[in-house]
Every structure is written in C-alpha cells, then in structure tokens.
C-alpha cells in the first residue's frame, strides 16, 4: 500500500536505482500557486552533501508532470517526478546471497520472492521520501497558518551532533538521533476520535520513513513517571490555552490548539563501512560482510524536513 | 472515522452511558468457530474490579447479532454488542462548564460544536475498547499460529507495580505505565513497505487507545544511542534469526521472523480525585475543579489485553 | 467489503433469519436532529403487506443505539439496528443441496465454502437494505435542498402495474420492473472525475441492491441511437440550465444544477411458486424444485425508497 | 478521487494537453513480466486514425517509470507515463466564455473556480482512459485464464457500423453506439455482496470513461419485461453450468462460473463540427458556437478496448 490520506491523499512510487522516484498528490485544491521552485528548499534540506552524508548527490529536479497549469493547482492529481541519474548499480549485486543486517534485504527477497530491485534498497530506499518531502511542499501551502519545524536534538545521545559525526566518521560506524517536531499557532479540533487521531496519523507516516524506529507525542515515555496531578494540563483562558503543554496539543486524538509536539527515534543507519557478520545464503555460513555502496553515516541529518513534511501531510488530510 | 484495515475490517461504536458499545468485523473468512464463550477470557483482563480501577463495573457480555452461523463465522460481517447497565448519568453534567483537564472535554465541545454525548466522555471514553477487544478475539483465531503477549512491566517508573498503585490510591492521584507485547513465531514477511508498514499499522492502532502516548518498536529510542556496528542485528541462520533483536522484528517496514517486540506508555489517567485547575467557561475564571464520577487511577492496568488485540488486529489484516 | 463511502460511511451487517440487521453510519455531521419516528415513513415504502409482497411481515422497528443524544447525532457513529422477530427458518434446510435457480445459494456455498448462514439468503437477503433505507433517512436530512423522488414507473414491461401483479399471483410467477429516480434542485459539483463520478457512485449503491441488473443515466442507452446534435444539451442560462437534459444531469462525472435523473432495472423475483428445474448436487441429477417460504412475487414494489436512499447515501457522501 | 481498487490499485494522472498521463498501479504482484512492448496490441486498439477517429494523432508510448526489474514486475508500485507530443492548444481558449454543450467546460468551469486546466477538456479528458487500458494490460496478466473481449456491435443503433460512421462524417454530426463485453472461463466466487459485487465493481470503473451513460448485465433491462420462470438460469451440472445466462454469470453479486456479460451505451461524442446554440458567460446571451480543436465523431470506435481494461481491473483486484 502505497498510498496514504484521506482527502490530502499521496501515492509514491520509485526505486533507489530506477528510472525515477517520486509522488502524485491527489485532492489538492484548485487555485494553489506551484511551481518547480517552491520545492527547492525543502529538497535541499533534504539533500545529502553534507558532512555525515552519503557522497552519492542527486540533481533533485523535481519535475511538474501533472495538476498545475498557469501556475496554479487545478485540482486534478499531481505528479511530482524525480530522474535518478547519479547511479551506481554494480555496487549491489552480491546482497542477494549476503543480505546486509539489519536493511530490508532479506525481507525483500522473501516477500517478493526474489523479484525485487535490490539495487539500493529498491523501493525500502530512503530515496523515496523525496515524494514525501515533495507532498509536504504542497501540503505546507494548504494549511499555511500552521507553522512546523523538525529539529535534530540529539545524534548517540549527544547534543553536540558535530562531536559525534565526527567519531562516526572516525570509526567508519553510522549514528542515529532523536528529531523534535514543534507545530504552531495548530487550530482546534484536527484528527477524528479513535483510529484516525492526530497520533494515529502521524506516526503511520513517520514509521513509513526508514529508519524511525520510535515517536513519542508530548512528553511522552516521560508521563509514565509521572501522576496524573503533574501530567494534567490545566486550561488557563477561553481559547483553551494549557499552562502546560505535557499533552503535546492532543486529547482524545484531537488537537487542542496548543502546539504539537512530538519526537521521533531514528536509528544509526545499517549500513556501515566496517566489517560485519552476515548469513551467506549460498554456501549457508556466517560470513564477514565489508558493504560498498555509496551510503549516509547519520540518516538522521536529512530526515527533519521529511518529518516536517509528513506532519504536513497528516495536518492537511484532517484540515480539508 | 471509526473504521480501520483493508482486508480484516472493524468498525467501532458506541458511548460511554449509551446504550451500547461494539464492533463490526468484516472481511473475517468463513469457518472459524465462533461463541460468546470465546471472549471471556479477554475481556475479564479488561474488566475493572481489581485494586487501581473503577467501581463501575459492567457484566460486558459479548451478545453476536450476525455474522455467526452454528458456531462458525459465515464469512458476512460479525456484530459483537455490548450493553452499558451500570451507568450514572447525572455525574457529568457539569462537564460543558469546567472541562477536565487533559481529558477529551474541551476538544469535543470545540469539534462537536456542543452536541457531544459528554456523559462518561461519550464517544471518547476506554470503554469504546471493549469493542477492540472483542476484534482481537476474533482476530487472534485467525493468526493463531503467532503468540502475542502484553504485559504491564512498569507503573509510575517502578517495576514493583502494587507498591505504586498504594501510593496512587493513598494520594487520591492517578499513575500511567509501560506496556511491552511480545509477538512469538512470526512469520517473514508480513507488512508493506512505507504506509502499511508493521510499525504504522500496529502504531496507528495503538494511538487509538486513550491514553497512550508513545510508542518505540525494538530498542527503540535506546536505538539512537547506539552505533550501526551496535545496533545491527546480524542473521545467523538460513530461517533469518538474528543473534540479537534490536530491531524488534521489523526491517524496512516488514516483519523478519524473529519476535515482534514494542512498547507503549500510557499516561497516568486524566480523572484524579484530588483538586486541579480548570477554566469556568460560563464566567471565564480559573477555578478549582473536583471530578466526580468513578474511574480508574491507573487505566495501564487495563490495557495490556488491548494491547494485544490491536497486535491481532494488524497482523490478521496482514496475513488475509 | 459491507463499507461505502469516503466522508459519509455505511457499514451494513445481518442476516435475514439472524437476530437482527442494521447499519453503522460514520460520518454524520453533529447536531442533526434524529429519532426513531424519523424512519417510519421511509421503512413503511419498503415493508411487504401490499398485494405481491411477501406475507412474512416484520415489525422493521428502528433502534437507534449510538451516536444520538438529546434527540441530535453526536458526530460519533450511529448504530440502527433492527431486530428479526417473524422468521421461519425451517423452510430452507434444503437449499444446500437443491440450489434455487438464479438466486445466491450456489454461489454463496462455493464462496463461504458451506459456512454461509442460508436461511432465507442468509447475508444476500434483500432484508439487508432495510440497512440502505436507515442510512438513507439520515443522508436526506444533510442534502435537504435536494428533493429525491423515486417510482415504480413499469411492470413487466406495463405502466398499468395492478394489472402485471394480477397476472403474476395468478400464474404463480413473478414480474420484475423498471424505477425511475429524480433529485430535484440539485448544486453544481457533486462528484469527481473519473473513479467517483456520480454515475459511479450511484451505480455502485444500485447495483449493492438485490435484483439491480441496469442502470442509465439521462436518455441512457438511447443516446446511442441519437446523433450529438440531438443528444447535447444547450446551457441557456447563466445557472447552467440546459434546454435538454439527456445527460441526466451529470457532465464529466459532475452534477451540472440539472435534474439528476436516472432509472434501474429490477428483475423479476427468483423465488417462484411454481416448479422449476435445478441440479441436485447429492444424486448429481436435475431434478424439479418448488420453493418452500414466503416471497415477494414483485420485489420491485418494494424497491423505490431503497434508490431513493441510495441516491441520497451517495449525494451526502459528496456534500459532506 | 483518482485512484480505485483494494488489492490492484490504480491511480490515474494527467491532461490531454500537459506534459504526460498515466498511471500508477500498486498491488500487481512480484515476478509478472512486463516490458513495454506488452502494451503495443491494446494501445493500438485504442489510437486514432481510422474513419471516424480524431485527427490529433499521438505516438502513445509506454514509459515504465517504476516497479518493473529485469522485465519482471517487483511487487513495487508501477509507474506508467506517456508524454503528450502533439497537442496545439490554442484551439481551446474561448471554453471559459461559451461552455461546449455536454461536455464537462462549465462544469469543471464551477468547480474547480476556473482554475481548471481547460485544454482539450484538461483531466476530463478522454485521454485519461490511456492509463486505464496501461492497467488493463497489467492486470490482464494476472488473471490470465479468463478471456476478455468486448465489441463495439451498433452505431447509432445500426449493426452496420460502417454506414453510420459515413453518416456522421457527411453531417458533421457525431454518433454513439453499444458495446458489448463478454469474459469467459471465469471462476466462481469473485465479488462481495453488497457494495463489492462484481456489477458494482465494474459499473463504477465503467462509469469512469467518459461518455459512458448507462450499463446493463446479462440481458439487463430486458429482464423486465421477463417473467421469473423464464429469467431464472437452471443450473444443469455439478460445475454450475446454467442452461440460459440472463443474469450475465452474477447472482447475487458474485460470479457463477458462466460468462460474465454486460453492455454499456456510449453517447455520440459531445463535440461536433456543425453549429451548436449555447450560452455566453461574457455577455449573458445565447450565442452559436462552432467548436475548433480535433475530435472524435465517434468515440465509441476507440472504447471496447478500453471497456475490456476496466473489466480485467475489476477482475483482477478480486482474483488477488
């Protein structure tokens, strides 16, 4: 299933080492201005080039197939496509007998029978959240009242993030991180009762991004130590304004209005330069595995605009 | 929307003082036996009573209206309802003046435009669970091959739960907990990649519980401490285990045959005897509000089951 | 998949000689008044009684049991159940091995592997629209402006319909017939492109009705005799207002302000009183089978109030 | 609403005159193979150039963007793009001022307040139907023992097709006509009842093609003037054989394992080259438009093809 929302709703499509990865946007109102350079900045938040990142830099173009005319939305589908052109594929031809721990190697091969594209993960490749980013542009403009910032807090426990890229690259090890997500000036009422919460809907997307592992709205794990005397969050004023916030702007699964807040795990990425044992399929031994491949070290540098992207995407599904 | 899954489909209603509260499964396949006997088990771990939880206490009978055919599911959808008896209604009434902090008052009153059933928290209240509980029933019958276990392993940070419980009771204040569940013989493959993902499936889910508020699959945020070289589990064998668990089963979205193992924190319960601050909103003052009404002071004590009924429920819409 | 809709949500469940058959509505807008008198009109147009109409008479009484309070819907899920009380299930034990011709028996025995409750049609039984019709009276009242009027317009191929049943309760057989549907003052808008166009809406509700074999829209298949100049509808006015109306209202899948207009095909009963050949699939021989219970020999008397719901289940879902 | 399906699921994009349409489908199975040769034989059945078939000629070449690996599908979402090549635009600017009678300007017009992407009918396009029949070739390979074929077999209610086209050309009228689908070798017990049934399935995607009016199975309308005890299909062997098919292989919304039959009218085409009263927005009077841009006088000669991939989709996402 690779389709998502309700009325705000994304179709994503693409592999790592394909033709090309992107999204259609479908339900977007009429009359929204959208043009190639709109997408420019989120894209280049998300891109690799960085230090911690992959050295493998994509173009990014997003390419305006669909649902735009004059300059404006024209509430027919989207489609937002990306060429891939800076690709390598030889690099990944042994993972079928050596699938890589921890990476969807093995599971692909199973699941599909052999018939994946395993050339860079295929279609599990990170890559394929440039659709998400891109929906996110869009889904920012539709509800343009409510402001999102995703912040890298932590990389290994660390809030000295440079400190601890540079032991990575030191160690030829990778690193994950924690990602705080802040939503202001939210209205009230967003998310339905039940299975379509504010929770619910963010964190089904946040876990389709590879490598999030964990999410947590408010204080989250925190509340389990505390009583409810402290947890509460006492209304102050007629707009519904809490004096805390320990909630994260959620009860119920509906918005209160104050502002979101939630906080997402990322793991170190699989995929690491140093040595591993692995499980040869072939001659059926544990084996010694160096990876090739061109990969990030921190994922977790390039995933906050896609974190800010997917609460967009949930935000603008619940706003139309 | 009150619905949720593609192939295994349920459907929830009812209110807290209604008449009644159930779920329809649709999409269960034809042939499984089915009576009301079946769900006793689980839904005497829901039932208050014990220590830390309400003295409401209703008979919850399972009553099957369709669906069941001598004793077997016929394949139509399954209408398990359950009748409220032991209600007191005129305990609410003063809800719409002083919300209850961190409790579902004030968002309905916004959403619903004041045409909520607020008595008990209407729509909002755990009690809806019972209709969770009785899709799991079900469901767990369908994926009876896979052992899901739930257990309350912390409550207000201490493992020695009762001595909390004491503590909650003796201060008229409410404790929250951490639920583990524990998924045993898998098998490979379950899960989509991106939106459909075991996390995003199992996650949306479990944020339709009231009260949960976090979730970390694995090691969870304890991930973003770790290292690749740490972090990686390696398959040891032809089957996929992995020499450790890290990933608590899922890679890319998609479970890998070792266990499925998550956790969830539940926030102490919002209803607490003790006095808290609200706002009046007839006269727009910050006042002392009491809670009146019967509650649980630690509803984790009651969630474990549900916890592996929504575990049944992603994983029965999975394997259809 | 018992589930329609994408804003306004129907889930029908039961049985003809089951406990009861209903519908859960999700979706419904808050504080629309609604009690149990506001079915009667409608469930009365569809109840047996009148001359062709089968003589097992049920009460057919509304109970609302979600979802209402103080006489308005809440936004929560609205339960309509209805029990079963004057059932006779003895009649069909031998269904099983004598499927009757043309009706669901044989195919519901292949699909449910056995499993399926048969008495009376079980989950197939035209006594589940009593579902459509509930979830019909609620969708009228969110599209008042719009007046829906559906008529029996012919009988066996006869406007003078008396005459028809005469002959069919004489010849122990049974007629079918042709409704015609209109909603009146209908907005410009309603329905989308493509997948959700309002002919596929509408024609997927119809064709869910027991008995539906064909559905035009406008002049329908007499379009295809008429050349486009004849066929086009002049807009004449700057509300839209089309000198004709042979498209029936309805434009690249949207309503154009014109009348909405369009008529189905109800076939002739299956269930005869008078002998008819099947296959026995104990002794693998054709054989003579007389249908035991009690029937309509003219279903489509009965049917006009269930396209009336149909039409307005499908306009409240693209209103909403 | 774009997308369609539970298991095969589609989602179409694109303009007539934009840079490209297509489609994505999502759900196709792993190891099918695929190239983009395999869509030559459909697409040709569905290009212009033969007597009475638009002029605007387009190369119509298969672009499989994603989800196909070494010629065989990967279980990812497929995306297939054709790029439009010979579009002149500027035949459509004066659409917005006088609407083309039944066609969807003026309603697309009010909807979407003129942000349309007005353009040969932008996404109302016929057009579109080209990531239909993309779909149809795909899901034809899955349900690959059944055998789809539908004819055109009356123009203009003439079976000789030829004669009326020559009409229409010499009138610059345009005409519609009936197509008739069969499907053969079909298994027993796809569909659902109620809102899955196979009519509704392939009622609602055949309602997505435009100018499709009205749809009828088995012998459809004419089972009304039909008696029971000569509509009634006795079954005549163990397998299911009936020994008359008047319900078209469908009872009770579920296919019997004879052939599935159905017919759908196809309206004459709404653009024709003679003179046509309608209303200007600008001045508020009737005027008479000559339409400019190419078109088809007959579009029914381009539909069977496609009438065949909307029935293989339906089929196919009940088959997986």
């Not at 119920?252 to 690491?272: E, K, M, Q």
């Amino acid at each position: 299933m690779n389709s998502f929302g309700n009325k705000f709703r994304i179709s994503i499509f693409g592999e790592s080492h394909g033709k090309s990865v992107g999204v259609i946007v479908d339900g977007c109102p009429a009359g929204i201005s959208l043009c190639e350079d709109d997408f420019i900045t989120d894209l280049l938040r998300r891109k690799s080039g960085a230090k911690g990142t992959t050295t493998r830099i994509e173009g990014d173009i997003p390419l305006i197939k669909s649902g735009v005319f004059n300059g404006k939305t024209t509430g027919a589908p989207i489609l937002i496509e990306f060429e891939n052109q800076n690709t390598r594929s030889k690099d990944y031809s042994n993972l079928i007998k050596h699938p890589r721990p921890s990476h969807s190697d093995f599971v692909a091969q199973k699941k599909y029978n052999g018939f994946q594209d395993y050339r860079g993960g295929g279609h599990f490749s990170g890559r394929i959240t440039l659709g998400l980013v891109a929906a996110g542009v869009i889904a920012k403009k539709i509800i343009s009242d409510i402001h999102i910032t995703a912040t890298l807090t932590q990389v290994a426990g660390n809030t000295n993030i440079d400190e601890e890229i540079n032991n990575a690259i030191k160690n030829k090890d990778s690193v994950g991180g924690i990602i705080e997500c802040v939503a202001k000036n939210m209205p009230i009422g967003l998310g339905e009762p039940f299975f379509n919460s504010v929770e619910s809907q963010i964190s089904s997307l946040a876990f389709s991004i590879p490598g999030i592992k964990a999410i947590e709205f408010g204080v989250g794990f925190a509340a389990t130590k505390m009583t409810g005397s402290k947890f509460n969050d006492a209304i102050i004023d007629k707009k519904g304004t809490t004096k805390t916030n320990n909630a994260g702007g959620i009860n119920g699964g509906i918005s209160n209005g104050n502002n979101l807040i939630f906080r997402v795990a990322v793991r170190p990425t699989a995929s690491i330069y140093s040595k591993q044992e692995t499980y040869n399929f072939e001659n059926n031994k544990i084996e010694t595995l160096k990876i090739k491949g061109r990969h990030d070290l921190c994922i977790a540098l390039r995933v906050p605009v896609i974190i800010e992207a997917i609460t967009a995407i949930a935000l603008a599904d619940f706003s139309l």
